[in-house]
């Protein structure tokens, strides 16, 4: 899985923060308060991700798109960790690495995850 680019990470995170489908004018609009965007810029971008499978559209009144992400911004986390760990040669000594920069915090949902994990292949 390839990461998001600038803009695509900029629509995606509107659109996950948001939590409901919207219009690339609301995106527009957002985005426009930080750093000026074009809004056929954006059209463009969130078409291509529709293209990709990232984002679902459906017609709205008028000629306006509705989108929204087909996954979760953790979801899309988790494929890019995937994908790291792919990259190694040597998964278990990457994974060693990575623990072993988390925090306490991050290692206490790490053993739940894990839990949970384990509860489900158990059945």
Do not use: C
């Not at 948001?18 to 609301?26: K, L, N």
């Not at 426009?32 to 463009?44: D, E, G, K, L, S």
């Not at 459906?58 to 988790?78: F, H, I, M, N």
Request: proline share 4%; glycine share 4%; hydrophobic share 40%.
């Amino acid at each position: 899985m390839r990461r998001l680019g600038d803009l695509e990470a900029e629509i995606m995170d509107r659109l996950w923060r948001w939590r409901r489908p919207a219009t690339v004018r609301e995106i527009v609009d957002d985005i426009n308060r930080t750093r000026p965007v074009a809004y056929t810029t954006v059209m463009t971008v969130a078409n291509i991700l529709h293209a990709k499978g990232w984002l679902l559209r459906e017609q709205k009144e008028g000629r306006a798109w509705l989108y929204e992400p087909v996954r979760t911004r953790e979801e899309y986390s988790a494929a890019l960790m995937e994908d790291a760990l792919g990259a190694s040669e040597d998964r278990p000594v990457a994974l060693t690495h990575f623990v072993g920069q988390m925090s306490p915090a991050e290692l206490t949902a790490l053993r739940k995850a894990l839990r949970q994990a384990g509860k489900r292949t158990d059945t």
